[in-house]
């Protein structure tokens, strides 16, 4: 598996490539999200345009004062449909497009799984599960809304990415059932996406801290994490699409110094290729090599033509294609 060690001072190596892009940031309590507030003041800092969904802005938003424009905020609901199509909605009518979007719902569990009540008959009561609602449904209702503006963006140098917040429980299995398997669930979610939408050049990746305090003497630092995000965001290495950014401490396992720069770890993504799987990926992989040259080489041109002529193109590309797949396995 393919790593890559980035250190703190390197984070904001790519920041040219952010200016003038319209960024959208979902998240809950913004005023208590440390991450929030630091990924965007950066980036408004660096010349993008910034707009944040959720609840309570801090009071540095929408700053008058600063040279660039600070983060605007928004009233929204992550865990309403609705509420975030009006907040897409928004920041298209806004900045005339959107380029860059960061799902940042967190919450940890409500409640303990393992310890069940039971009502006055004696029946196990029905567990509370908002925390899947907030850490993976509003997550997939913000994905859904990033494919359809990300493909309309007019920006032809549209970075088109979706950067996932997912924490150390997407990695491993600790505490907390709920947020765990919410957090392997946006792991999985970003994975799965990662080729189905490539032709579209849209660019998936996530970031998973352990912690993300604004303390001093915890590790992540929220401004870590928030230049781990932008460098996901900024990140043009293909091993970056589908990877996974992670925060490194002390060797001896102890949490890294604050005073000291800290460490980014990017892993690439590494699909299961042993027996079904590996012919499956094989097969996925060369349908996505097609339909790449069919886009460079600009074949869908023909389609301007007459209706027998679409048809008759589009059914030499399905055969070729189902060649292409099938015939080298």
Same mark, same amino acid.
């Given at each position: ?38 990924? @965007? ?10 707009? +944040?969904?959720?609840? &309570? ?37 806004k900045f005339g497009g959107v380029d860059i979007v960061i799902a940042c719902s967190d919450e940890r569990e409500l409640g303990d799984f393992t310890t069940i009540p039971v009502d006055e008959n004696g029946r196990p009561k029905q567990p509370n599960v908002d925390t899947l609602q907030t ?19 007019? &920006? ?47 660019? +998936?990746?996530? !970031? ?24 996901? @965001? ?15 401490? *002390? ?7 604050? &005073? ?32 790449? &040259? ?30 292409? !797949?099938? *015939?080298?396995?």
């Amino acid at each position: 598996m393919s790593t890559k060690d980035i250190s703190s001072t390197q984070l904001y190596a790519h920041e040219s490539r952010i200016r003038g892009q319209v960024v959208l940031i979902t998240g809950l309590d913004i005023q208590k999200d440390g991450v929030v507030t630091e990924i @965007a003041s950066e980036l408004a800092k660096r010349g993008a345009k910034v707009i +944040v969904g959720g609840c &309570n802005a801090p009071p540095s938003f929408d700053d008058p004062s600063s040279p660039e424009g600070g983060p605007v905020f928004e009233i929204c609901d992550v865990n309403d449909w609705d509420s975030q199509v009006s907040l897409f909605q928004l920041t298209e009518s806004k900045f005339g497009g959107v380029d860059i979007v960061i799902a940042c719902s967190d919450e940890r569990e409500l409640g303990d799984f393992t310890t069940i009540p039971v009502d006055e008959n004696g029946r196990p009561k029905q567990p509370n599960v908002d925390t899947l609602q907030t850490n993976l449904i509003s997550v997939i209702y913000t994905t859904r809304l990033a494919l359809h503006y990300l493909n309309k963006s007019p &920006n032809p140098s549209s970075l088109k990415r979706i950067v996932f917040r997912g924490a150390m429980h997407s990695l491993a299995g600790l505490d907390s059932p709920l947020y765990g398997a919410a957090k392997h669930g946006v792991l999985g979610f970003m994975r799965a996406l990662r080729d189905d939408i490539e032709l579209g050049g849209i660019h +998936v990746s996530a !970031v998973a801290p352990w912690s993300a305090s604004q303390e001093k003497d915890l590790r992540p630092q929220a401004s870590l994490v928030a230049g781990a995000i932008f460098f996901a @965001a900024t990140d043009t290495d293909p091993e970056a699409k589908g990877a996974i950014y992670s925060f490194l401490d *002390d060797p001896n396992g102890a949490l890294a110094d604050p &005073n000291q720069p800290g460490i980014v770890r990017r892993t690439a993504y590494l699909p299961f290729t042993e027996g079904t799987n590996g012919l499956l990926i094989k097969r996925a992989e060369r349908l996505t090599n097609f339909g790449q &040259n069919v886009k460079k080489k600009g074949i869908f041109l023909a389609l301007a033509g007459t209706l027998p002529v679409q048809l008759t193109v589009l059914g030499v590309l399905g055969y070729v294609a189902s060649k292409v !797949v099938l *015939d080298r396995d």
